[in-house]
Nanobody, 122 residues
Framework: QVQLVESGGGLVQAGGSLRLSCAAP??????MGWFRQAPGKEREFVAT????????YSADSVKGRFTISRDNAKNTVYLQMNSLKSEDTAVYYC?????????????????WGQGTQVTVSS
């Protein structure tokens, strides 16, 4: 069974930074993405990256603050989150699929991690 293992979540003050990691032991996926789900809200797109890492796209709400990247040698994708706001509080999920093209569409991802909690205190 394919596993995506997220780490790096936690509690941080507004204006602070966190870096999330998502590892896929023994396997390199095509495109990958990050989504998040706040309490009482639907899961939403955050950022996506192509297989090569040469193409990325982020939601307007995080542009200029969050950066997605990947290291295929380590089978790992990262989400660097800076200038965090209280509205960034959510469970963050890593997603992966076989296609090398990045996508913002949740239904197009085949594999999901268990999620990691990010809490931003104001």
């Amino acid at each position: 069974q394919v596993q995506l293992v997220e780490s790096g979540g936690g509690l941080v003050q507004a204006g602070g930074s966190l870096r999330l990691s998502c590892a896929a032991p023994g396997r390199t996926f095509g495109s990958m993405g990050w989504f998040r789900q706040a309490p009482g809200k639907e899961r939403e797109f955050v950022a996506t990256i192509s297989w090569s890492g040469g193409s990325t796209y982020s939601a307007d709400s995080v542009k200029g603050r969050f950066t997605i990247s990947r290291d295929n040698a380590k089978n790992t994708v990262y989400l660097q989150m800076n200038s965090l706001k209280s509205e960034d509080t959510a469970v963050y999920y890593c997603a992966a699929r076989g296609s090398i093209r990045r996508t913002t569409v949740m239904a197009e991802y085949d594999y999901w991690g268990q999620g990691t909690q990010v809490t931003v205190s104001s």
